[in-house]
């Protein structure tokens, strides 16, 4: 009897060093697996490069470039995402050349400003056709930034998201938090997205300048000053208008001749009278 209870410990504890050991490799098999889950996700995910690029330069024709770049950007399927064109005066002369007509010289350059987007694997092309339009080339430079591990991480992320989204209906008194959580997705997955759309199509900054241009016009002379009369054509105009003030006079003396006749004649009387006066008393 006591041999059975012997052996029958001895198969129960057989037995249970048996379903110990398929437990723990139960758990390594697990691991191993989950293990190669994550190991696939990163061998998995392509790189991605985001790639940004600059250049400063000088050319000819900056309107000329303008239209050049715009053409070449449409041809390899990129898009112009910025454009401006500015030109500004440096120096500029005025010259009178008569009295209603002046002289404008003016230097002004021009400077442009351009923003494109290419796709990546045609980024290099693209700025070797866009180097031959300069005339030569101030500076040229070229990022790339790794964003792979972010790639991935937003992927891993959206991935324990979505299973805790599944699962909502059993965490039912915690709506709030799974409003969060799916707020949280759609940021992830519009990042993705992003990092996606930089990796296909490459930022490319275009500034570029030329010459300084001379122009010459002819305008009107908008100075009140330069119409002022010379001085020989105003001292004529007023010995001209003396003239015409003392004809006024000789008239207007002419005009009161009876005045003057009768003034005579009570002067005559007067000093006729003073003279008889002066005789009595002699």
Known sequence: MKTKIICLGICFALFLAACSGN????????????????????????????????????????????????????????????????????????????????????????VADMTVRIPSNKMEEFMNMVGRMAMYIDTRNMDIEDKTLDYLSANLKMKNQTDIVKHQNAAANQGQNIQGIKNDLVDEKVNTRRIDLE??????ALTFYQT????????VNDD?????????????????????????????????????????????????????????IA
């Open 23 to 110: 437990k723990e490799g139960y758990n390594v098999t697990n691991t191993a697996d989950s293990t190669a889950i994550y190991a696939r996700s990163d061998t998995s995910t392509s790189p991605k490069l985001i790639r940004t690029a600059n250049m400063h330069f000088k050319v000819k024709n900056v309107q000329r470039v303008c239209e050049d770049v715009t053409s070449l950007t449409t041809g390899y399927g990129g898009l112009v995402m910025h454009h401006t064109m500015q030109s500004s005066v440096t120096k500029n002369y005025e010259n009178p050349i008569s009295r209603d007509s002046v002289l404008h010289v003016s230097a002004y350059n021009t």
């Open 199 to 204: 990796t296909k199509y490459s930022t490319i």
């Open 212 to 219: 300084n241009t001379i122009v010459k016009e002819v305008t």
């Open 224 to 280: 009140p000053a330069s119409f002022k009369v010379p001085f020989f054509t105003q001292l004529g105009n007023a010995m001209s208008t003396g003239w015409s003030g003392l004809n006024d006079v000789v008239v207007f003396l002419a005009n009161g001749w009876v005045l003057f006749v009768l003034a005579a004649i009570v002067w005559y009387g007067y000093f006729m009278y003073k003279r008889k006066q002066a005789a009595k």
